[in-house]
């Protein structure tokens, strides 16, 4: 069974950073994209970025782009996001997620519906 667990998680004071982690196991090859999604109070689920198996391709949303930055790790079943520039509109659970459709290498998902796995989430709170 596929798990995701994510880490790095808390409070941090705005125009700060903070980096989150997730490791991906129950699986034994790592030709899968991934991404992240965070859901704030009242809010719907929102897309952050995405990155494809291969690592070479990413994608984000708009409110994140040119502050946040997606990679995989060395060790391929691993994500990590590097969130700078903290505000406090940030403040949400940040869910990691995997999508084990076969792509190119270039394929990343942006939908919440192609995502077929997903972590528990961790809180990321950005105070004024």
């Known amino acids: 069974q596929v798990q995701l667990v994510e880490s790095g998680g808390g409070l941090v004071r705005a125009g700060g950073s903070l980096r989150l982690s997730c490791a991906v196991s129950g699986r034994t090859d790592s030709s899968y994209a991934m991404g992240w999604f965070r859901q704030a109070p009242g809010k719907a689920r929102e897309f952050v970025a995405a990155?494809?198996?291969?690592?070479?391709?990413?994608y984000y949303g708009d409110s994140v782009k040119g502050r946040f930055s997606i990679s995989r790790g060395n060790v391929r079943n691993t994500v990590s996001i590097q969130m700078s520039s903290l505000k406090p509109e940030d403040t949400a659970v940040y869910y990691c997620?995997?999508?084990?459709?076969?792509?190119?290498?270039?394929?990343?998902?942006?939908?919440?519906?192609?995502?077929?796995?997903w972590g528990q989430g961790t809180q990321v709170t950005v105070s004024s």
């Open positions: 997620a995997v999508d084990t459709t076969p792509g190119g290498s270039g394929y990343v998902p942006r939908f919440r519906i192609e995502y077929d796995y």
């Open positions: 990155i494809s198996w291969s690592g070479g391709s990413t």
